[in-house]
């Protein structure tokens, strides 16, 4: 990453006290490993687990905790639902890591962060058991989001290519992208027998671009048949969600390690929910914080 001198007001938008505007955080207050939530109420779910608190914020839908869990550093945030949000969340932590608020230039030394998202999901295979882990290897979006962003080439166009071609993709619709989890964190979490590989949907609404219908009809009634039938080289679309697409784009572009974590509380194919979805969270939390320790 290329230095970028004197970023401008209307660019790196600074809060009176010389927070970053929409986190209201300032350098120092993040840990270099940080776990989000869709959910402000979920962060003190996580860090009530946690030995100290030093840091606590609460903005918007924008909650941030930094403390120690067994004595190492995290930051458990809340992004919200959806990747619009992602893009808020994922590059102010970037500029609170990476540039200089006082003289406002992109710093020398690059610090990597990792992210590793917490969040639940829906899975689209029948013999995906409610309940269970699933730690998202691919993420196709739908959401549009890399599109504005140039240096891509990490994007996976023949997948991207194949499910449009098998799903008749309707034009008007942004053009699905394809990107990974990093590896190294991936091995971290499939290592744990109980927490399986998947390839996560990111959808761009939780209604009618997740196939459900109260009062509307949607554009295209067999979406979720085909994301559940289609296959690309022996592997098949496990679950939808709303951030995992856009947490690892942004991730990659920014030179930061990225994978997210799914507590499955609906089989969409089957038609079941979770009878106890806050003790299966619950329970992704506590694995997650003694994985992270290893």
Not at 165 to 176: A, I, L, V
Request: net charge negative.
């Amino acid at each position: 990453m290329s230095n970028i001198p004197n970023l401008s007001n209307s660019e790196l938008i600074l809060n009176p006290d010389g927070s970053i505007y929409h986190l209201n955080l300032k350098p120092g207050e993040i840990a270099s490993t940080i776990i989000t939530v869709g959910d402000p109420d979920r962060v003190e779910h996580v860090t009530k687990y946690f030995d100290t608190i030093e840091v606590s914020m609460h903005r918007r839908e924008f909650k941030t905790q930094t403390g120690t869990y067994k004595g190492k550093r995290l930051t458990v945030i809340s992004t919200g639902i959806g990747t619009d949000n992602i893009d808020i969340v994922f590059n102010e932590l970037d500029a609170l890591a990476n540039i200089d608020f006082t003289t406002r230039v992109v710093k020398s030394q690059f610090q990597q962060l990792d992210f590793i998202r917490i969040g639940t999901s829906g899975a689209i295979q029948p013999e995906i058991k409610i309940d269970s882990f699933l730690a998202s290897e691919i993420a196709i979006g739908f959401d549009n989001l890399l599109h504005f962003y140039g240096n891509v080439d990490f994007l996976d166009s023949q997948f991207s290519e194949a499910f449009m071609e098998f799903s008749n993709w309707n034009p008007h619709k942004s053009t699905p992208y394809v990107v990974k989890a990093d590896e190294d964190l991936l091995k971290k979490f499939i290592s744990e027998e109980k927490i399986i590989p998947g390839i996560t949907a990111t959808n761009v609404g939780f209604y009618g671009p997740q196939g459900r219908i109260l009062r509307l009809q949607t554009q295209d009634a067999m979406l979720n048949d085909k994301l559940q039938s289609f296959e690309l080289n022996h592997r098949k679309i496990t679950n939808l969600e709303m951030e995992t697409s856009g947490i690892y784009g942004l991730s990659k572009l920014l030179g930061h390690r990225a994978v997210s974590l799914n507590a499955i509380l609906a089989n969409r194919a089957t038609g079941d929910f979770s009878k106890n979805p806050d003790t299966t969270v619950d329970k992704l939390i506590k694995k997650t914080l003694d994985l992270l320790l290893q």
